[in-house]
């Protein structure tokens, strides 16, 4: 079962119910600016984590600005879509009650996740939402640190982060030319583990990298592994079947 860090209390709690009842996802987005796209994307990967690990879930997005370049935004950094605060009532009772938010925010009820912020650096949000870099891109480079950690965009963090996510795409690409094979158990208690571990994203990233210099594991369990962490990434790493020489 994913368990979170509460930022106000500092404690280990279960993101959803003992028997997985629903968990409402609540996004604070007071305007579009980089730290916001984070909290989006962390928001999202809770979102996802929960539904794999089978707990419904009910997200929505508050905040009164920007609300159009906002979900734009959300489109294009493969954010599952997200109800609009205003129109919905409180959560169900019996509901786990989740917010995402900036570092420094507050929330009267349930659990709340803060987000670090983001250094803009030569990123310029106003063109193009995401300042011209490749949504893909962005959205790796934002996820990989863990959430308590400040991020800068500039030259380095974005050009390891496009090499990155190339190669992958790359080796993904090649693997899928071989016979499948289906996830080791192994990795994937890993995968989950480091997942259901306050979301750590590198964790999991790290198991990627192992999965990739195993000798002995089969190019299309390879393929299967990134193709089911990629379930959580949302970095669309089977985007390139087909391309492989």
């Given at each position: 079962m994913?368990?979170?860090?509460?930022t106000r209390t500092g404690e280990s709690v279960d993101a959803s119910t003992a028997r997985r009842g629903l968990t409402r996802v609540e996004v604070h987005a007071p305007g579009l600016d980089a730290t916001t796209l984070r909290v989006l994307l962390v928001a999202d990967v809770l979102v996802r984590a929960l539904e794999l690990g089978g707990t419904p879930v009910w997200a929505l997005m508050s905040g009164d600005r920007d609300r159009a370049e906002l979900r734009t935004a959300c489109a294009a950094l493969g954010v599952r879509p997200l109800e609009d605060r205003r129109d919905t009532g409180a959560a169900p009772a019996g509901a786990r009650v989740i917010h995402v938010a900036q570092e420094g925010g507050t929330t009267s009820d349930g659990i709340w996740i803060g987000v670090a912020p983001v250094d803009p650096g030569p990123v310029l949000l106003g063109q193009g939402v995401v300042g011209g870099v490749n949504p893909d891109v962005l959205r790796l480079?934002?996820?990989?640190?863990?959430?308590?950690?400040?991020?800068?965009?500039?030259?380095?963090?974005?050009?390891?982060?496009?090499?990155?996510?190339a190669h992958w795409r790359r080796a993904v690409a090649a693997w899928a030319r071989r016979p499948s094979r289906p996830v080791p158990d192994e990795l994937r208690e890993q995968l989950r583990g480091a997942w259901e571990d306050d979301l750590d994203i590198a964790s999991v990233l790290r198991v990627l990298g192992r999965v990739e210099s195993e000798p002995e594991l089969?190019?299309?369990a390879r393929f299967e592994t990134y193709a089911y962490a990629d379930r959580l990434l949302g970095l669309e790493l089977t985007r390139d079947l087909g391309a492989a020489a």
């Open positions: 994913l368990r979170i860090t509460d480079a934002l996820l990989a640190p863990r959430r308590s950690t400040p991020v800068r965009l500039d030259d380095t963090s974005l050009d390891e982060a496009r090499a990155g996510l089969p190019d299309g």
